[in-house]
């Protein structure tokens, strides 16, 4: 039989470890629940919630237009998120300098890794490479590949789409450095955006001869026509012609016979019956003919298209485009910038790139175009 003492004694043993456990678990929560782990998980939290979000919605928007849709990037996901939770950390009392990385388990998406798995096959409209979001996903290209999905039944290329891509910067007379860059820059963006493209590089008169003929060709069982030219172009008597890059004009009555005449190639594609046409002329960077040999004035004169026609210039007409100092011209960087908007109506996106260009040559330059579509259509 426990005595009284012995009793005593064991009920204060048994209070003192009520305390030290009570004690210890106060201490441990808040080693747990420091400002930094209390943030961090929500980081944590919000970047999975954030994308699993993203990729239903998208999946479901994928199968409402699976012809025209293109899913948003990765990175454009999570810089949207990050943008977002810094807001909501400012408000908690978050320095401004904490870092919103993840910081979790090895795979951090496992809640929605299946429709993961769907969603990076449908094309996206970002200039990330699958290969790039794949490793942040911390997928490999073999847990994807034999999946079946209405996504992964989507080609590449769409044959509703046709693209014309030119350009010439390597001229005997006056080179131009972005040309080349800004004709790949577009190849590629239109190619991810769904466009069977034609590519042509420097070409000579012939070469840019077979290439629209193809293109024209091709055209034929095309829903929507695409055509950007990047190089030197000169206006002759109210037509304007595109300047291969052999081209040696002496006098002005040369440029019909060494040049391309613009004005045609956009007449007879607009006879064709489609509902989207898009001409992009990113030329007069300079004024190619010396005046002494010139009776009308530089630029590019107005061109008119028939109906479901976009034309669009790098500048108004009758004034000159900048080539620009870094890897695209203005004109072709500022459509990019635009077109890449998931959604948007090519019309915002002619108007967005010509006030951005607007901005970048401090009114300079004012690209000009003019439409005349019956349908709304966006590039992605």
Known sequence: MIRRRDAAILAFLFLCGLAAAWQFAKWNDARVNTPERVAQRLVNLSLKDDLC??????????????????????????????????????????????PIEYKGEKTPYMACLDDIQTWVNIPSAGSQSLADELAALDISNESIRGKTSSASAVPST???????????????????????????????????????????RDGNLKDMQAAISDFTEQLKSAWAGFVYYSGHGVEHRGRNYLLPVDVQINEEDDIPR???????????????????????????????????????????????????????????????????????????????????????????????????????????????????????????
């Open 53 to 98: 979000k993203r990729v239903i919605a998208d999946i479901s928007r994928f199968k409402e237009a699976p012809r025209t849709f293109r899913r948003t990037s990765l990175q454009s996901i999570e810089n949207e998120s990050r943008a977002g939770l810094r807001f909501l950390l400012k408000s908690k009392g978050v320095p401004e300098d904490f």
């Open 158 to 200: 769409e044959p509703g789409r046709l693209a014309l891509i030119i350009g010439n910067s390597k001229y005997r007379n006056r080179p131009l450095r972005n040309p080349q860059n800004d004709a790949d820059d577009m190849s590629t963006f239109l190619r991810r955006s769904g466009f069977t493209v034609i590519d042509l």
């Open 258 to 380: 060494q040049a391309l005449d613009a004005s045609t190639l956009v007449e007879s594609v607009s006879k064709a019956e489609r509902k989207v046409n898009i001409f992009v002329i990113d030329a007069c960077r300079s004024n190619f003919i010396p005046s002494r040999q010139r009776s009308a004035s530089q630029g590019l004169a107005k061109m008119d298209g028939l109906s479901g026609t976009i034309v669009a210039f790098s500048t108004a007409p009758g004034k000159e485009a900048e080539d620009g100092n870094g890897r695209n011209s203005p004109y072709t960087k500022s459509l990019l910038q635009a077109m890449a908007v998931p959604g948007r109506k090519i019309e915002d996106v002619f108007k967005d790139a010509a006030r951005k260009v607007e901005i970048e040559t401090a009114g300079r330059q004012i690209p000009w175009y003019n439409s005349s579509l019956l349908v709304d259509w966006s590039i992605h």
